[in-house]
């Protein structure tokens, strides 16, 4: 069975300063890995995803993930974030090869509060 | 193309009422989820269903049922309303990448 954690409940930054929210996960198999990022009182929004081939991802807002498999580890990055960047960032894990019953499991999430 | 779309938005119940959330995607996607999210939590798999005829249950479905007589809609049913079942719920569909699309959302409150 896979795991996620999201070591920081909450991480304040201020404005145009770089960010990274970190995720690790444990798991015995072959895995895909996505962030998702939820806005207040809305759904969650696909943020970029880890498949296959090149470990350093690209997502929307100028985002960017790097999947480190010798450290189980999937940190989320932005060089310059903005107040619009405030939300909640959900990181979360599936087995590759799950299947019809496969299922995505979610960390507890990471609040990003970015401050002028 | 409207993805996912959940109704209502809000919802306040008594104790012991009962109510369907009703969810609807177009998308063509055979799998659909539904999970509630309570602060701190994340978010906690209730059911889920791989197809039409085909539910089953996730982590936490004591107080739910779900049907899925079509591709397109995975009601929730909430029978005898209980105060812990105050949450936001969230409905999505997934891809054959295994990449999920989630509704808006409804928030309910039972008092």
């Known amino acids: 069975a896979q795991s996620v954690t999201q070591l920081d409940s909450q991480v304040p930054v201020f404005e145009e300063a770089p960010v990274e929210l970190r995720c690790n996960y444990s798991?015995?198999?072959?895995?895909?890995l996505f962030w998702y990022v939820q806005y207040p009182n809305q759904g969650l929004q696909l943020l970029l995803k880890?498949?296959?081939?090149?470990?350093l991802v690209k997502g929307i807002n100028g985002f960017e993930a790097e999947f480190n498999k010798s450290q189980t580890s999937f940190h989320l990055r932005k060089p310059s974030v903005h107040i619009s960047d405030t939300a909640e960032y959900f990181c979360?894990?599936?087995?590759?090869?799950?299947?019809?019953?496969?299922?995505?499991?979610f960390g507890t999430g990471t609040l990003l509060a970015v401050q002028p | 193309n409207a993805g996912v779309t959940q109704t209502p938005k809000f919802r306040i119940l008594k104790i012991g009422q009962s109510m369907t959330l009703q969810c609807t995607q177009d998308?063509?996607?055979?799998?659909m989820y539904w999970y509630r999210q309570d602060p701190g939590m994340g978010l906690k798999l209730i059911y889920y269903?791989?197809?039409?005829?085909?539910?089953d249950k996730g982590e936490v479905p004591n107080g739910y049922n779900v049907s899925r007589s079509t591709t397109e809609d995975f009601p929730l049913r909430l029978e005898l309303a209980a105060p812990s079942q105050t949450s936001v719920y969230f409905c999505?569909?997934?891809?054959?990448?295994?990449?999920?699309?989630f509704g808006p959302g409804t928030r309910l409150t039972v008092l």
């Open positions: 998308m063509n996607h055979n799998y």
């Open positions: 979360a894990v599936s087995d590759r090869y799950g299947g019809a019953t496969n299922k995505l499991i």
């Open positions: 880890y498949l296959s081939g090149s470990t």
């Open positions: 999505a569909s997934r891809d054959t990448t295994d990449t999920q699309y």
């Open positions: 269903s791989v197809g039409a005829g085909i539910t």
């Open positions: 798991s015995s198999v072959s895995v895909y």
